[in-house]
């Protein structure tokens, strides 16, 4: 098992916090956000670990020298999105693959699950999302996506905005996996794709990893939802950040260091 962390992002609503690190060394609670995801990796046996880095990446190199995980960057990350970050690290992409966010703290037992998920692509969808968005935000719709699931948990739509509860039957997180069986086929119908079309508003290069995910669902490629009910966080923010900081011995955020 391999896991790859993208973490080319300029991180811009956490500024001034980032203006000198990448977002993923923005400090919660005196240590690194990607810390925390490392901590994690490690205690579910994962050793095997890839970092994409792009903004301050030199930061990035220096904090993980000591910790035997290795860099690649994205020297395109100014005019790029996730999805050509995550394909930076192509010739990394053998074997079960689990793709992280950098942004993200979780739980191993939310690892756990989607580790031992025998689906060959599948995603981690907070059920009880909306319990974090409502201590993140005062309208957890100015922010959330639709995620709709069929009656054997496969997603069938995910990554729209809306403004109705009802097209949101979870959320999507950021934590993926992709089995070797499939990790082939995935390479290939990336490369596939029209360069040329916008996709979700976005163009090839800053497409969004919802839309990837979709155009998958779209090509007969099933993708699971590896359900969970909390156990993770989101600091995208400012607003994030003072939350967790201010109420980071609360057992919410605690579980999800465990």
């Not at 690190?21 to 490392?38: A, D, S």
């Amino acid at each position: 098992m391999k896991m790859i962390i993208l973490a080319a992002g300029q991180g811009t609503r956490l500024r001034p916090h980032t203006d000198s690190v990448p977002k993923c060394m923005v400090m919660l609670n005196g240590k690194p956000l990607i810390h925390y995801q490392l901590e994690t990796a490690r205690r579910v046996g994962i050793t095997d670990i890839i970092v994409v880095g792009g903004y301050k990446a030199e930061v990035l190199r220096e904090y993980l020298e000591d910790k035997n995980v290795r860099l690649l960057v994205n020297n395109k990350f100014s005019v790029t999105n996730m999805v050509s970050t995550f394909f930076c690290a192509e010739s990394e992409l053998t074997g079960d693959v689990i793709i992280s966010y950098s942004d993200i703290v979780y739980s191993t037992q939310v690892l756990k699950k989607i580790i031992h998920c025998n689906d060959s692509l599948t995603t981690v969808v907070d059920l009880n999302w909306r319990e974090l968005w409502s201590k993140r935000m005062e309208n957890p719709l100015e922010d959330a996506e639709t995620m709709k699931l069929n009656k054997d948990g496969f997603i069938t739509e995910l990554g729209k905005k809306t403004t109705d509860y009802h097209e949101i039957e979870g959320q999507y997180i950021g934590l993926t996996k992709i089995s070797d069986s499939v990790i082939d086929k995935v390479i290939c119908f990336y490369h596939q794709l029209d360069k040329n079309i916008i996709y979700d508003g976005k163009d090839f290069n800053n497409m969004y990893m919802t839309s990837f995910l979709q155009l998958m669902i779209n090509n007969n490629m099933p993708l699971k939802a590896t359900m969970i009910s909390g156990g993770w966080f989101e600091v995208d923010s400012n607003d994030d950040l003072s939350y967790y900081e201010t109420n980071f011995e609360n057992n919410m955020i605690q579980q999800c260091l465990l």
